[in-house]
């Protein structure tokens, strides 16, 4: 892997590596990168999906690279640690106390008080916690620390919200009174100071989009975790609008506004709600009630960004912070709104349904390719890995979602110094013996899955399979209320086993008890499936209820379906099948994390076998051992069981 990077890097040819659990990855990588930077003025970018990942090389991998690299040329590289705005403190809101008036927060003499009459207040405890985060800026201000969230005391997310500011809301380095001690830009010089920079997959994207703005100027980057790459880019590119939304936000530009002008800007909220709540919970392709709304909010918060920047404004540093920010969340409002009432033929726009809030509208890219493609592959060497990039067997799928086209695919000693967009891809294989180490048992007996929910037959033969491993069982669930479904059931047939289910408590908390105590088996939907790293005998069986296949009414998946169609492919092997090959690889892989692991991994979905495209899932999954046969998978279980006995 690691020469196979340093040719990458030398030719600059795109890469596509393929590292199973267990490679070293990581190290993989950032051998040869901070190798390169060494001898060359060229700058690296490494982006990781999870804050978890981006943690573990800031702590351990990056670390030992470097020491590795300083015993081999005399000089270590330098690195940084790059996030988005919100994940910094802000002294303006930590000092100056500039809030949404939506939100409560006490002052230092009221919550004295207060907290004297009754400490379970809810609002005390939140002004406790942003009293403590104030401090806390205060001391990383003078320790020459950069205020990053993840090093913060204990705090809600709410309590956050107030100390971080917005990138929107953000009035920039010149016009904000703190703007020579702000953390953002004290961690973006550090990145330009430095030849390998760590960022995120989210900030890579928000750089594509907005000219290079993000990220220092690079010539090399490096996506670990690539499987997640296109949902995160997707995410990045998305935008919401709610009623909630306009209303909160005209109500915060109310102070600098005319009573008619602010009075017509409230109105937009209402107009929204009737119009959602007169629309279909699907993709919005013509011009309807939605489509007059957005463009009714569009037009008046055009005239209200246009107010708030024409009053009290006497110079570029004399300016109202809280105006100003107003003016910032209306502009956000009047973008949003003008690309939903474009539709886009690059835009999918449709309106969904929250649980507790109502009817929201949504606008997301019908591909990210193009953005990838142009502005990410387009002008920095690009090198992709992850443990999962072979989908059915073949790297095209996943290359084709990221922009690389198979007929830029170089195979062999070919080069092609002319093409900027060519590519290479390597599987490296894995430390793991699959076939030895696990069995892949698909209940071939059991009725197909319902969208109703979960069959009596596949509860009973999950409970028998936990009782044959002895708990040690992680549940991999398609929905939430069938794993809290499946949870109950086992409960009551195995009622000394202990059942963790998402949603019983914080999912960190589950999973540290899930690790620390063999016998455990946790239940639980998508977040399970993917980064959770149980090695040993904690995790002997793997149950997946369901192909995750997406929803078919996800009106975002149906247009991307349809945009393959159009093109003459096959939608539903492009879209449906290629994400539950992406999550059937991670979910199967939580198996066998260390070369001493064994297990089985049960799929309850008899169309894994006998649907025309049940070989391509298969050949996205790890190579175990298969059988059909529910006797064998739980002798086996037993059987190791038997050995610890």
Not at 358 to 379: D, F, I, N, Y
Not at 498 to 524: H, Y
Request: with cysteine.
């Amino acid at each position: 892997m690691a020469k196979a990077i340093e040719q990458a890097i030398e030719t600059g040819e795109h890469l596509i590596v393929q590292a199973g659990t267990g490679t070293g990855k990581s190290l993989g990588y950032l051998a040869p990168a901070l190798l390169h930077v060494q001898g060359s003025k060229q700058r690296i970018v490494v982006a990781t999906a999870t804050l978890a990942l981006q943690a573990q090389l800031a702590s351990s991998d990056i670390p030992n690279a470097l020491k590795a690299v300083a015993k081999v040329t005399g000089r270590e590289p330098s690195h940084a640690i790059l996030k988005g705005r919100t994940n910094y403190a802000c002294l303006l809101k930590t000092r100056d106390g500039i809030v949404d008036d939506q939100d409560t927060l006490l002052g230092g003499a009221d919550l004295a008080a207060n907290l004297k009459e009754s400490k379970a207040d809810v609002e005390s405890v939140l002004g406790a916690e942003v009293l403590m985060l104030r401090d806390w800026a205060e001391e990383q201000l003078k320790a020459k620390g950069l205020a990053d969230r993840d090093d913060a005391p204990t705090h809600s997310p709410r309590a956050w919200g107030l100390v971080s500011m917005p990138v929107r809301e953000c009035l920039g380095v010149q016009r904000c009174p703190y703007g020579s001690e702000c953390f953002v830009e004290s961690s973006r010089e550090k990145a330009r100071g430095s030849s390998l920079v760590v960022t995120n997959h989210a900030l890579l994207a928000i750089d594509a989009m907005h000219g290079g703005t993000a990220l220092p100027e690079h010539d090399i980057v490096i996506i670990d975790e690539a499987h997640e790459l296109v949902s995160r880019v997707t995410g990045a590119a998305s935008d919401e609008l709610s009623p909630q939304t306009v209303e909160r936000v005209a109500k915060r530009a109310l102070p600098w506004l005319s009573d008619d002008l602010g009075l017509e800007f409230l109105e937009c909220g209402d107009i929204l709600a009737a119009a959602l709540e007169d629309s279909e919970l699907t993709r919005i392709t013509a011009p309807c009630s939605a489509t007059t709304a957005f463009e009714t909010i569009r037009d008046v918060s055009r005239r209200v960004v246009t107010g708030l920047g024409s009053k009290g404004e006497k110079g570029k540093k004399d300016v109202d912070p809280e105006q100003q920010q107003a003016a910032s969340a209306v502009k956000e409002v009047f973008d949003i709104a003008e690309r939903m009432a474009a539709l886009g033929t690059n835009d999918v726009v449709w309106v969904s349904e929250r649980e507790r809030f109502g009817r929201q509208a949504q606008v997301a890219p019908l591909s990210v390719a193009g953005l990838m493609r142009e502005r990410v592959l387009g002008e920095a060497t690009t090198i992709l890995t992850s443990a999962t990039l072979k989908i059915g067997g073949d790297f095209n799928q996943v290359a084709g979602q990221i922009g690389l086209r198979k007929s830029d695919r170089l195979e062999g000693e070919r080069h092609d110094p002319d093409n900027r967009l060519a590519w290479r891809a390597l599987d490296v294989g894995t430390p793991f013996t699959y076939a030895k180490q696990g069995i892949l048992y698909c209940a071939t007996s059991l009725p197909n899955p319902r969208r109703e929910g979960i069959t009596q037959e596949a509860l009973a033969e999950i409970a028998e399979l936990v009782w044959a491993a002895g708990g040690r069982t992680l549940g991999l669930f398609a929905s939430q209320k069938s794993a809290e479904v499946a949870a109950a059931h086992v409960r009551k047939q195995l009622p000394k086993m202990t059942i963790l289910c998402q949603g019983d408590a914080q999912l960190s908390d589950l999973t540290k008890r899930f690790i620390a105590e063999p016998e455990v088996c946790l239940f639980g939907t998508v977040s399970l499936w993917q980064g959770i790293d149980v090695p040993g005998e904690t995790c002997e069986l793997v149950i997946i209820d369901k192909i995750p296949f997406p929803r078919p009414d996800d009106p975002l998946m149906q247009a991307r379906q349809q945009a393959v169609v159009d093109a003459g492919g096959n939608g539903f092997m492009a879209v449906a099948a290629t994400h539950a090959g992406l999550l059937m690889a991670q979910g199967a892989g939580r198996l066998i994390r260390r070369v001493t692991d064994k297990g089985v991994v049960a799929v309850l979905d008899a169309r894994l076998v006998k649907a025309r495209y049940g070989g391509f899932l298969r050949a996205s999954m790890p190579d175990f051992w298969m059988t059909q046969d529910r006797e064998v998978a739980v002798q086996a279980l037993r059987r190791l069981q038997e050995g610890r006995g």
